[in-house]
């Protein structure tokens, strides 16, 4: 398209529609290349990580508390969030929530 070709030219040329053709051709004009912009990615974290002390302040108040009660207890004070939002934060964070068995060990064998 810098040689004078139009969108549809070089839309057929490349087998793409005309529409990202021209989106095309107006990236090239507005930021002087063609190269893919970021796709994806973490959208919501921000949120989260904005309680990260009072999340943190919750859980060692009691380490067996569940994610479900843990974001039950988040939701009293004005924070919403996922269970699985808490699962993710636990990772990013490098904590892990191992609890004890809750049945006795097999005088029999192993469980």
Do not use: N
């Amino acid at each position: 398209m810098a040689a004078g070709a139009s969108c549809h030219g070089a839309a057929a040329r490349f087998g793409v529609s005309v529409s990202s053709a021209s989106r095309w051709a107006g990236r090239l004009r507005q930021d002087g290349q063609v190269a893919p912009r970021a796709r994806g990615g973490d959208q919501r974290s921000r949120a989260i990580e904005a309680h990260a002390d009072l999340i943190q302040a919750t859980y060692e108040a009691r380490p067996t508390i569940c994610l479900h009660e843990l974001r039950a207890a988040l939701a009293e004070r004005g924070v919403e969030t996922s269970t699985s939002g808490l699962s993710r934060f636990f990772a990013r964070h490098g904590i892990t929530r191992k609890r004890g068995h809750s049945t006795r060990p097999s005088r029999s064998g192993r469980t």
